[in-house]
């Protein structure tokens, strides 16, 4: 069976200033792992993706994330907030197995503080 | 723009009605996804289809149903509805069964 935590269901920081959005997942299979961004009103967008190749993975808008096995977390992170990435993100595992589903994390809403 | 359409975009209805939610993956996708969005559940994961076949089931409601057609088009059919089943319902698609996918902008149904 697989799970995802998202550790933070709100997290705030000032523009400029570094994000970090924790995630942790188990899984008994080879997981696939994503994050999406959604916007307020908005359907979910993509960010960055692991499938298994480099363990760090770049995303759009500057976001990355690293794949730990060690400690089974995928966060994500930035080095400078913008206004323009307050929005709700979502971490997700998937797998190969059958019998796995893909499971979609609570979500961490993002504030940026001027 | 994420390639999938979702119509319509806004829906009001009564209780006890029926709606039908219809949405078209991006090309060559096969795979097609219903979530449910509100306020107090957060984003919850409903029916999965592949092909034309129902590949994965999630916290769906005996009132609601969906289907795959052959031209890969989805629909989500809401019956009974109550005021508990106003929120965004989201489709997404992708090539593979596990593989990323790609959001439509939703539907906003609202039940009075």
């Known amino acids: 069976a697989q799970s995802v935590t998202q550790l933070d269901s709100h997290v705030s920081v000032s523009e400029g200033t570094p994000v970090l959005l924790r995630c942790n997942y188990s899984?008994?299979?080879?997981?696939?792992l994503f994050w999406y961004v959604q916007h307020p009103n908005k359907g979910l967008q993509l960010l960055l993706k692991y499938t298994s190749a480099a363990t760090l993975v770049k995303g759009i808008n500057g976001f990355e994330a690293e794949f730990k096995k060690s400690e089974t977390s995928f966060h994500l992170t930035k080095p400078s907030a913008h206004m323009s990435d307050a929005a709700e993100y979502f971490c997700v595992v998937s797998s190969m197995n059958r019998d796995d589903k893909i499971i979609f994390g609570k979500g961490t809403r993002l504030h940026i503080l001027p | 723009d994420s390639g999938v359409t979702q119509t319509p975009k806004h829906l009001i209805t009564a209780t006890g009605q029926r709606v039908t939610l219809r949405c078209s993956p991006r090309?060559?996708?096969?795979?097609v996804y219903w979530y449910q969005q509100s306020l107090d559940q957060g984003l919850q994961f409903l029916i999965q289809y592949y092909n034309g076949e129902e590949r994965a089931k999630g916290n769906i409601l005996e009132r609601f149903s969906a289907q795959q057609f052959p031209d890969l088009h989805s629909e989500l059919n809401l019956s009974s509805l109550e005021l508990g089943d106003s929120a965004l319902y989201f489709c997404?698609?992708?090539?593979?069964?596990?593989?990323?996918?790609?959001f439509g902008p939703g539907t906003r149904l609202t039940v009075l």
């Open positions: 090309s060559g996708d096969l795979s």
């Open positions: 899984s008994s299979y080879s997981p696939s």
């Open positions: 997404a698609s992708s090539v593979r069964i596990y593989s990323e996918q790609f």
